[in-house]
């Protein structure tokens, strides 16, 4: 099988490439990136010289180029991770977010209709559900929870997947949706909640909270995620929505703290900021489809999760102190174009 996998140079999408390419030797894994600020090439280095790995740079909404690229490899699936993904940019900046989620995910799924896939898979989010109560610790979301978005980003997201259903209805193409939880987990930007407050932690610097620091996210590792999708793919059912998460409730103030005890710094670098605009209160996902009708399970909880990835980011500071500094921008000119491995 041939897979078409987006996004594979940003956080999820890269260790989903990882995954997938060591598991599956006789599978091919194209790896579609535009390299934004957020994709870095280096996340994919341990699949970079692997026979059934090839990386293409093109934007998910350029349509000739798609097109193009669609008639010259013919994949058999799409997994598409491609996305602005930060809800902070979005409410700076939302037309790039209509632009890739909505218009990137039209535009693959007019060339997997035309060329025929065997499936397509989205990724999308439980940020297209809303948000549920502080005080409601019974209430999840379920497949069945109403659209309900909140941010320019969580409506990118969710125009996406209406689209994604009207394919299916309409013309019958064989999709697959998935809702995830927050991830957390080796390469994640550090833009993001844990990155940025490990990051700033070590380096003795503020943390900055939004608000009072109590909306609740459910974390889950990304490698969960990834395994998640893998099963989805190979088993779930053409049409459906699955919701994935592990019950891994915690408050934002729990997370910091989390981090500071563990780097060994003082709760004293928390530093309560202005809150987010139309900030979500609480996620909370009910995994009981996933689990009852696939199996899946997860295999980290939050403590072993984040201890792994807290590790992880203290090994690698030479990953962040990268984008921190830019320089990972050069890595693509330095290593892919000046050495004629792929045409800018
Ligand atoms: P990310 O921002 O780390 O990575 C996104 C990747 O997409 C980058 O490599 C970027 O270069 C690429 N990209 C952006 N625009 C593109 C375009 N027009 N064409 C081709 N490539 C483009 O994001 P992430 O956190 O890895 O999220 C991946 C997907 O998972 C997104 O669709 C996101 O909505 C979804 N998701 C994320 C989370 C989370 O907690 N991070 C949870 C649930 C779902
Ligand atoms: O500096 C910060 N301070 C802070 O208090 C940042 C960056 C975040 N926060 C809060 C906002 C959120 O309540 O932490 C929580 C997590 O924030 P983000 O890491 O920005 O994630 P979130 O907004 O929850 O969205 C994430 O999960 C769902 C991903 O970025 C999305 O792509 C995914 O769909």
Not at 155 to 168: M, T
């Amino acid at each position: 099988m041939k897979f078409l996998v987006t996004g594979g140079a940003g956080f999820i999408g890269a260790n989903f490439v990882n995954y997938m390419v060591k598991k599956y030797p006789e599978d091919m894994f194209i790896n579609l990136d535009k390299l934004t600020y957020a994709g870095n090439l280096e996340n994919c280095k341990e699949s970079e010289n692997e026979p059934n790995y090839k990386f293409v740079k093109g934007d998910i909404a350029d349509r000739e180029f798609i097109f193009d690229l669609f008639e010259k490899e013919r994949p058999d699936v799409v997994v598409n991770f491609a996305a602005e993904s930060h809800v902070d940019r979005s409410i700076e900046d939302p037309e790039i977010f209509v632009k890739t989620n909505v218009l990137g995910t039209t535009t693959l799924l007019d060339a997997s209709r035309e060329f025929g896939v065997t499936r397509y898979h989205q990724v999308s989010t439980d940020e297209v559900y809303g948000d549920l109560p502080l005080d409601r610790p019974d209430l999840f979301f379920t497949e069945e929870t109403p659209i309900h978005t909140s941010s320019p980003y969580s409506s990118s997201k969710a125009a996406a997947d209406l689209f994604v259903k009207a394919y299916h209805r309409t013309y019958g193409l064989p999709v697959t949706i998935s809702c995830c939880s927050n991830n957390y987990g080796p390469y994640q930007f550090p833009e993001k909640l844990i990155p940025l407050m490990i990051s700033r932690a070590t380096a003795d610097e503020k943390l900055p909270v939004y608000g009072d620091g109590a909306n609740v996210r459910d974390w889950l590792y990304v490698l969960d995620h990834c395994k998640a999708i893998d099963l989805i793919i190979r088993h779930g059912k053409v049409g459906e929505t699955y919701n994935i998460g592990g019950h891994n409730e915690r408050s934002n103030l729990q997370v910091v703290k989390t981090v500071l005890n563990a780097v060994n710094k003082p709760e004293s670098l928390i530093t309560y900021v202005q809150d987010r605009k139309g900030h979500d209160r609480r996620y909370a996902i009910d995994p009981a489809k996933i689990e009852n009708e696939l199996g899946w399970k997860p295999e980290e909880n939050f403590d072993t999760g984040i201890a792994k990835t807290i590790q992880w980011y203290l090994d690698n500071e030479d990953w962040w102190k990268n984008i921190l500094s830019g320089d990972y921008q050069n890595y693509f000119q330095k290593m892919y174009v000046d050495k004629g491995r792929v045409e800018e």
